[in-house]
């Protein structure tokens, strides 16, 4: 059977099991509504006429318990459809594996590297030295994008265990199971439990796919090349969840220790278990073969396994660990001696089984699992900064002096090693009272990293207040990075002359020059929010010029570290075709990427996708660390440039029409989704309400996704239009960037449904119903480009996702349908103090999500 009859097969047979337990739990007469309500949504999509009223007649009919159970039919229809689609790309990717030849391997793969690196000139010797210089370091985040409970994860991953078993009666039973389970959360989550949750991935599938990239780097270049390679992992992981406190009053010192823990915890067992696992299995005895001294002399404090060096060798590295006396160097160095001495001997091919993996692991993970990173936003750190300099007598107020002069005042001051607080005394505030708590509390240091950064005095702060707690003295590095974050389209402008004058500064110049260079963060949300879609990108890549520019002229190389969400209004899209287009040489030898909400498990749902993820990642990777890519031709750049101020002023110009706000209020459910316990995180920035500037930039993405316009990741992209259309052709074919801008807009274009969107029109009053009016025309116009400009339907090159939509649009419309009459119900008087109204709205917000496959 084709893989796609075998995709069709499994979600047919997952559908009649969901329907046996409908059936069953809620009974024949509701099991006949939920048909009766596809088959209207079928019909409608059909272009039956008529239908589309009688759908929306038969929602508004509905009662408060039938319209829940409906959400809950097709929501969780859409978690197996969802399950079943991964299940194809995990067989689709082994049957691409298995065909792929030297001579033809298959795109985005190890092969199609190793090939390349060839190609380009480099020997073995010179691959392998490139590959184990490389870098990626995956930040994972949480963000109110995963709307999954915990719990749905768990009988869908039992579920996948059921369909590659075949077990009919069991898979019937966990499908009864998952649809008997609230999907709702019953509180909001805690910050701990988006730590557990957002880790979950790096002890389980992770653990699993890391040998496997390291072993297939190292295979493919042994096919090209003739010889294997030794690599280390070219991928580690960082985590800001539990050190993220911009703007989360949750993330205090106390949750920020736990999160090192946590996490340190997890990593030991793991690391305990693959030992225990070694002494188990290298049973070799010394009469047969022949240790090497340091493998014998490293198991003499044991008594067990007499004649057996190997066993007495990792059990005293068990015993090390379990005491807290192991370091990830110190592991990492032993395995290599043990491994030195099984080559030496001819078991080459039993270190590469059993400790080629371990070393993997420690090389991606370490005894930390995954360093966390504190971010802060710049104004909490100056304010602290301010009370330690006016307690230690310094200066009375920081904050009223200009950012030169505090540059100026905490560069002086940070020539000393002097703390400022008096001995016993707690700070007042309690900005500083969290800061040195938080850099107390912080175990294993990723980076700090400081939000809305403006000027150099952002950055000094932290030096101030490391050094507060002994971790900063005068003329060294601190042993983390610090980290600018630079968000919106003025801050993106002056991001250049920010970095020139860091790097010029002595106490950051000390400080980047211990570290090997600096790391520079770009923020893909709040850029897109302020400037819109074009004109967000654009700034965003000429920013990363400039910035490697004034890198290269300042003696140090910039690492970036790229702030993309899910969406593509947030950067998101294929993540290794959007590396493709980065600036030329602007990539090093160090990338670091967010990974964050529904995306952990679309990508790292089973380990075989995790695999496939990373292998497209390091393709783009590698290669873009070797300073190529396409320099965009001059006329180019200017048409762009042209074009992009067109669209921000497009853009803005929506965002400044009279009535707006109150519009996106009662268009979305954007006031609903803060009261969605799905995340720890507030909506708005300082918790004010009506304020477009405080609202997030997730919830603001969430908010388009839900009514089917998805807004953020096309709006404003029809200004061109004044470009003319051979010029766009030729930018099209010629420059990756503009190609994967224009791309990552026709998926929003094509996932938005204008005649769903127009439904919630219903909650808003009619003077402002011209302004969707006014979208709709830019939509129109904008989908219209883009075909001629491509000379092909949207999605022309991504099929998979035009055939994904298309299966799933009658089964999402239903419960848009639905969502507009709870919203209408829910906001009339009375509405909100309702909690089964409340439940079951929230409910059709997961899934609008679980549908689309695409929160924010």
């Given at each position: 059977m084709e893989p796609f009859d075998l995709l069709k097969a499994e979600v047919d047979l997952l559908g009649r099991l969901l329907g046996e337990a409908i059936r069953t739990l809620s009974g024949e007469r509701f099991f006949a509504l939920v048909e009766e309500v596809r088959a209207l949504a079928k019909a409608r999509r059909q272009g039956e006429e008529g239908a589309g009223e009688a759908l929306l007649a038969r929602v508004e009919g509905l009662s408060l318990e039938e319209a829940e159970a409906l959400v809950r039919a097709f929501t969780h229809y859409f978690h197996l459809v969802n399950l079943a689609e991964e299940r194809h790309r995990v067989r689709v990717n082994r049957l691409r594996a298995q065909a792929e030849t030297p001579e033809n391997p298959r795109p985005e793969g190890f092969l199609a590297l190793a090939k390349a690196l060839k190609e380009r000139g480099l020997s073995l010797e010179e691959a392998e030295a490139h590959l184990n210089r490389l870098e990626l370091l995956l930040t994972f985040t949480a963000h109110p994008?995963?709307?999954?409970?915990?719990?749905?994860?768990?009988?869908?991953?039992?579920?996948?265990?059921?369909?590659?078993?075949?077990?009919?009666e069991r898979l019937a039973a966990r499908v009864a199971l998952l649809y008997a389970t609230e999907e709702v959360r019953k509180a909001r989550p805690g910050v701990e439990d988006e730590i557990k949750g957002g880790l979950y991935y790096l002890p389980t599938t992770l653990w699993e796919a890391v040998p496997r990239v390291v072993a297939g780097l190292e295979a493919a270049l042994e096919r090209v090349y003739g010889r294997r390679p030794r690599l280390k992992s070219p991928v580690r992981f960082r985590s800001w969840i539990g050190g993220d406190r911009d703007g989360n009053p949750f993330v205090t010192p106390e949750v920020t220790a736990f999160a090192a823990r946590y996490a340190r915890e997890v990593a030991r067992e793991k690391f305990l278990e693959a030992l225990e696992a070694l002494v188990r299995d290298l049973s070799l005895s010394e009469a047969k073969v022949p240790a090497p001294r340091e493998v014998r002399e490293g198991g003499k404090?044991?008594?067990?396994?007499?004649?057996?060096?190997?066993?007495?060798?990792?059990?005293?590295?068990?015993?090390?660990?379990?005491?807290?006396?192991?370091?990830?160097?110190g592991l990492l160095a032993a395995l290599k001696a043990a491994e030195r001495g099984l080559r030496e001997v001819g078991l080459g091919p039993v270190a590469e089984a059993f400790l080629d993996p371990l070393g993997a692991r420690l090389s991606a993970f370490g005894l930390e699992l995954a360093p966390l990173d504190l971010r802060e936003?710049?104004?909490?750190?100056?304010?602290?900064?301010?009370?330690?300099?006016?307690?230690?007598?310094?200066?009375?107020?920081?904050?009223?002096?200009?950012?030169?002069?505090?540059?100026?005042?905490?560069?002086?001051?940070?020539?000393?090693?002097?703390?400022?607080?008096?001995?016993?005394?707690?700070?007042?505030?309690?900005?500083?009272?969290?800061?040195?708590?938080?850099?107390?509390?912080?175990?294993?240091?990723?980076?700090?990293?400081?939000?809305?950064?403006h000027h150099p005095v952002d950055l000094l702060s932290v030096f101030l207040l490391a050094r507060e707690v002994g971790l900063y003295r005068p003329g060294r590095p601190l042993p983390f990075d610090v980290v600018p974050l630079f968000e919106t389209l003025e801050d993106l402008r002056r991001a250049p002359g920010v970095l020139r004058r860091l790097l010029r500064n002595p106490v950051f110049r000390a400080h980047a020059e211990g570290r090997g260079g600096v790391e520079v963060m770009i923020g893909y949300s709040d850029s897109n929010k302020d400037a819109g879609f074009l004109m967000a990108n654009l700034a965003l890549y000429e920013a990363q010029e400039a910035l490697s520019r004034v890198?290269?002229?300042?003696?140090?190389?910039?690492?970036?570290?790229?702030?993309?969400?899910?969406?593509?209004?947030?950067?998101?899209?294929?993540?290794?075709?959007?590396?493709?287009?980065?600036?030329?040489?602007?990539?090093?030898?160090?990338?670091?990427?967010?990974?964050?909400?529904?995306?952990?498990?679309?990508?790292?749902?089973?380990?075989?996708?995790?695999?496939?993820?990373?292998?497209?990642?390091l393709f783009h990777f590698a290669q873009a660390a070797l300073g190529d890519g396409v320099e965009p031709k001059p006329h180019w750049r200017e048409a762009l440039w042209e074009a992009g101020e067109k669209s921000m002023a497009r853009y803005r110009a929506l965002l400044q029409e009279e009535g707006f706000f109150p519009f996106f209020?009662?268009?979305?459910?954007?006031?609903?989704?803060?009261?969605?316990?799905?995340?720890?995180?507030?909506?708005?920035?300082?918790?004010?309400?009506?304020d477009i500037r405080d609202l997030r930039a997730?919830?603001?993405?969430?908010?388009w996704t839900q009514v089917r316009l998805l807004l953020p990741g096309w709006y404003g992209l029809s200004a061109l239009e004044a470009l003319p259309l051979d010029l766009l052709r030729e930018m099209y074919r010629g420059w990756p960037f503009f190609a994967t801008t224009l791309e990552s807009a026709a998926m929003a274009l094509a996932k938005a449904d204008l005649g769903v969107a127009?439904?919630?029109?219903?909650?808003?009053?009619?003077?402002?119903?011209?302004?969707?009016?006014?979208?709709?025309?830019?939509?129109?116009?904008?989908?219209?480009?883009?075909?001629?400009?491509?000379?092909?339907?949207?999605?022309?090159?991504?099929?998979?996702?035009?055939r994904q939509i298309a299966l799933r649009n009658p089964y999402v419309d239903p419960i848009n349908f639905v969502q507009v009459e709870l919203l209408r119900r829910y906001r009339a008087p009375g509405g909100r103090e309702d909690e089964a109204l409340r439940r079951a709205l929230l409910l059709s917000l997961l899934g609008v999500a679980a549908g689309l496959r695409n929160a924010g």
């Open positions: 994008t995963e709307t999954r409970r915990r719990t749905l994860r768990h009988h869908l991953e039992a579920l996948q265990r059921e369909l590659e078993a075949g077990e009919r404090g044991v008594e067990r396994f007499g004649g057996e060096p190997y066993r007495r060798y990792f059990a005293a590295l068990y015993r090390a660990l379990e005491r807290g006396e192991a370091t990830t160097e936003e710049s104004g909490k750190l100056l304010e602290a900064a301010a009370e330690l300099l006016r307690v230690g007598g310094v200066h009375p107020d920081l904050l009223a002096l200009s950012p030169e002069e505090g540059e100026s005042l905490l560069t002086e001051e940070l020539k000393t090693a002097r703390p400022l607080l008096p001995v016993g005394e707690a700070p007042q505030g309690e900005a500083l009272r969290v800061a040195l708590g938080a850099l107390k509390a912080w175990r294993d240091k990723g980076a700090h990293v400081v939000s809305m950064t890198g290269e002229e300042e003696g140090l190389p910039v690492y970036f570290f790229h702030g993309r969400g899910t969406s593509t209004a947030r950067g998101g899209g294929p993540a290794g075709r959007a590396i493709a287009s980065l600036p030329p040489r602007s990539v090093g030898r160090r990338l670091r990427l967010t990974e964050q909400g529904e995306a952990l498990a679309d990508r790292y749902g089973h380990p075989e996708l995790a695999v496939r993820h990373l292998e497209q990642l209020e009662a268009l979305t459910p954007i006031r609903e989704l803060g009261e969605l316990p799905i995340a720890s995180r507030p909506v708005y920035r300082h918790g004010r309400v009506r997730i919830p603001w993405v969430m908010a127009r439904l919630y029109l219903r909650l808003v009053e009619a003077p402002l119903h011209p302004l969707f009016h006014q979208i709709a025309r830019e939509y129109e116009a904008t989908r219209a480009l883009l075909e001629a400009i491509f000379q092909a339907p949207l999605l022309h090159n991504q099929k998979t996702l035009e």
